[in-house]
Nanobody, 112 residues
Framework: QVQLVESGGGLVQPGGSLRLSCAASRSSVSFNTAGWYRQAPGKQRELIAT???????NYQDSVKGRFTISRDNTKRTMFLQMNSLKPEDTAVYYCKLFPNFWGQGTQVTVSS
């Protein structure tokens, strides 16, 4: 079993930045494809960014150019740098390590 521990959420003003982290408990999954999802109140969970073990990335159009996904395989940690945050980015953010390992979720609230 793999445990994922997220950190870095919080309250930020529109236009601000946050950096989320997701640490895995086992090094054997360091090269699995991973991703960040988010779920806003009353909406379905959606995939917003993915990164392969080799570092190739892909983004949902709504976050492209503002969010950056990255990973440090030596530290078994994945990151989501979020810049130019908007109120519509408010959601619970989840990290996922494929095939099906999930973090506990961290709340991001963008509000003035």
């Amino acid at each position: 079993q793999v445990q994922l521990v997220e950190s870095g959420g919080g309250l930020v003003q529109p236009g601000g930045s946050l950096r989320l982290s997701c640490a895995a408990s086992r090094s054997s999954v360091s090269f699995n494809t991973a991703g960040w999802y988010r779920q806003a109140p009353g909406k379905q969970r959606e995939l917003i960014a993915t990164i392969t073990g080799g570092g190739s990335t892909n983004y949902q159009d709504s976050v492209k150019g503002r969010f950056t996904i990255s990973r440090d395989n030596t530290k078994r940690t994945m990151f989501l740098q979020m810049n130019s945050l908007k109120p519509e980015d408010t959601a619970v953010y989840y990290c996922k390590l494929f095939p099906n390992f999930w973090g506990q979720g961290t709340q991001v609230t963008v509000s003035s």
